[in-house]
């Protein structure tokens, strides 16, 4: 089954998903954040829609490991897919975790080396990112 990848940040999350043979991750959307509880919604719909089994968030540590502010705010996400989607009769979704320490960056550089402007990379660093996040979850496995 597919796997689904998100790069939560504060006014938007990342979204990308695997192939059906888990090998690559293609970038799906972006989403504006409006709510915790909307937000870990329209993450469900797309795990329903691409037929997910797997949601893989990203986890924003410094560079020396320790958790960030930011860092309780991904895990207070996942807290509350969690509890949505156990609620909804999807408690059989796995929710993972994958260090993104540098991945934005990551993401930058493809997108530069791809030649995209900066207002249109400011537009999809984050879907790139949730891309960077899965595709090294893929690897992994």
Do not use: W
């Not at 919604?41 to 329903?48: H, L």
């Not at 996942?78 to 540098?102: C, H, P, T, W």
């Amino acid at each position: 089954m597919k796997k689904l990848g998100l790069d939560v940040g504060d006014k938007t999350i990342g979204v990308a998903v695997s192939d059906a043979l888990n090998i690559t991750a293609q970038g799906v959307t972006t989403i504006e954040r409006v709510g915790i509880r909307k937000d870990s919604g329209k993450v469900m719909d797309y795990v329903r829609e691409y037929g997910c089994d797997t949601v893989v968030i990203g986890l924003p540590r410094r560079l020396d490991g320790t958790d960030s502010p930011q860092t309780e705010k991904v895990y207070e996400f996942k807290n509350m897919l969690e509890n949505k989607m156990r609620s909804s009769g999807m408690a059989d979704v796995r929710i993972e975790f994958y260090d993104e320490r540098l991945t934005t960056v990551m993401a930058e550089r493809v997108l530069i080396d791809a030649d995209v402007s900066r207002s249109k990379r400011k537009k999809v660093i984050d879907k790139q990112a949730a891309v960077v996040i899965l595709q090294g979850f893929l690897d992994s496995l």
